[in-house]
């Protein structure tokens, strides 16, 4: 029950923070807004709530003593992947601070950067915060609230990960994956004898017909070359 519950929060946090990255690289963009600000705001807020769930409830479990051997692996597996996820949200954090204090919207004295990037990123912020919208709200300085309120976070979210290690020591490097390296790729290569190359066929040997009509269309490219060269001098 409680590693259900354990992976249950970990996969929303891991949702919520691929989506806040999404949108983090939209900052400064063409895709630039107040309603994106916004967005990142409210993705981050959730992020940081799942964060603390789950921080909570892993710490928990692996502080009991009783707990078995099996387990604690599996605990200890999640709980690396969590601190691993909750890494990645603290760097995404630092970014959009940068990006925010670079690129401010409350006084546009230097253009955006026109990088092209566009497309439905109020569509991916619902999805993971599980509402319908996203309202704009008519405030005009409120990215200059929100980077304070921003750099507040990454200092409490650095905090998070500090007390993380005093309470619970798991080495990352003592975890051990399930699967072999690269075996999540592995599993989607079905799509059919058509659409995959089988190693025999990549590693095969030269054809020597292939060889042979190489070599003399590079003969006759040579020769017309030579010829045209001729002509000219002649003329």
């Not at 705001?41 to 940081?48: E, L, P, S, Y």
């Not at 026109?114 to 991916?124: L, N, P």
């Not at 309202?135 to 990960?161: H, S, W």
């Amino acid at each position: 029950m409680a590693r259900e519950e354990c992976k249950a929060l970990l996969d929303g946090f891991n949702k919520t923070t691929a989506c806040y990255h999404h949108l983090v690289l939209t900052v400064g963009g063409s895709a630039d807004s107040q309603n994106l600000r916004q967005e990142l705001q409210k993705t981050r807020q959730k992020a940081q709530e799942l964060a603390v769930s789950t921080c909570a409830r892993l710490t928990a479990v692996l502080r009991d003593r009783g707990l078995a051997a099996d387990e604690r692996v599996e605990f200890e597996r999640l709980w690396v992947a969590f601190s691993g996820c909750l890494d990645l949200l603290e760097a995404d954090m630092r970014r959009a601070l940068e990006l925010g204090a670079a690129f401010p919207l409350h006084a546009p004295r230097r253009p955006l950067v026109r990088t092209g990037v566009a497309g439905a990123s109020s569509g991916v912020a619902a999805r993971a915060l599980s509402t319908r919208s996203l309202r704009l709200e008519a405030e005009g300085d409120f990215d200059v609230a929100d980077l304070r309120e921003l750099e507040r976070e990454v200092l409490q979210v650095g905090e998070m990960i500090d007390n993380m290690e005093m309470k619970v020591n798991v080495p990352r490097w003592t975890v051990q994956a399930r699967q072999a390296a690269g075996a999540e790729l592995l599993s989607t290569v079905n799509a059919g004898p058509s659409s995959v190359v089988s190693v025999e066929e990549r590693g095969g040997g030269c054809d020597p017909r292939k060889a042979l009509a190489a070599i003399l269309f590079g003969a006759v490219l040579l020769a017309a070359v030579a010829l045209a060269v001729c002509v000219a001098k002649l003329s």
